[in-house]
């Protein structure tokens, strides 16, 4: 499993942009990079994933870095519901395995 | 998107009982479920690979004997926790991965159950 890097936590305002920075230097080259998220007391859910190109959704984008040993997640508008500790995971989809996270704290 | 259920959410037991958690996948099927287990302000860590009829795949560290998994049907898995003591009590989460295409997979995960060992 590759090794990643993540700032331990993380503070921003409600409305404003949020970028979770993550180390990966070790991933394979077929490793998909995974972001998933949890909330306080309940089981992570998926945010958004990708494998070479930036990738968009509803709820967020990844920028990847053209080597692939480093990605961010980008919360355009942060919330109060966006609180959460997020997880960076480079691997294979069907079995991952979470790191320390980084905690996001959202001001109002 | 695709949801899984665990059962029960919370339970609290004495010291040398059993106790036995659910993960069901409410409108898709899972060959193939896992379970992790948290302790507080703790990452997840991944104990077991459950596989629909054949046997559980154990992390390392994690006693086989003492955690049993039973993938019994598409839909369900069961962890159970033999002889608990209060070092197991910890947060059960379990999940199950729905096909994306391809290589990829969106793991759904459950709301998690919250063993207490008294």
């Known amino acids: 499993d590759a090794k990643t890097t993540q700032p331990n936590s993380m503070e921003s305002n409600e409305e404003e942009p949020v970028h979770l920075p993550c180390n990966h230097s070790t991933i394979s080259g077929t490793d998909y990079i995974h972001w998933y998220r949890q909330l306080p007391s309940q089981g992570p859910e998926y945010v958004i994933h990708g494998l070479t190109s930036n990738v968009n959704n509803r709820m967020a984008s990844l920028a990847i870095a053209e080597d692939r040993k480093s990605s961010t997640l980008i919360l355009h508008r942060a919330t109060l519901r966006d609180a959460a500790v997020y997880y960076c995971i480079p691997g294979v989809s069907e079995k991952l395995v979470f790191g320390k996270g980084t905690k996001l704290t959202v001001n109002p | 998107g695709a949801v899984v259920s665990q059962h029960p959410s919370w339970v609290i037991c004495k010291s040398g009982t059993s106790v036995k958690i659910e993960c069901r996948s409410l409108?898709?099927?899972?060959?193939?479920m896992f379970w992790y287990r948290q302790f507080p302000k703790q990452s997840l860590m991944l104990m077991a690979t459950?596989?629909?009829?054949?046997?559980?795949?154990?992390e390392q560290g994690v006693e086989k004997d003492k955690f049993l998994i039973n993938h019994a049907s598409l839909t369900l898995s069961t962890l159970t926790v033999t002889s608990a003591h209060p070092e197991d009590s910890s947060f059960y989460i379990c999940?199950?991965?729905?096909?994306?295409?391809?290589?990829?997979?969106?793991?759904?995960f459950g709301p998690g159950t919250r063993l207490t060992v008294l």
């Open positions: 409108d898709f099927q899972a060959t193939t």
């Open positions: 999940s199950a991965p729905s096909g994306g295409g391809g290589r990829w997979y969106t793991q759904y």
């Open positions: 459950s596989n629909e009829g054949s046997k559980a795949t154990y």
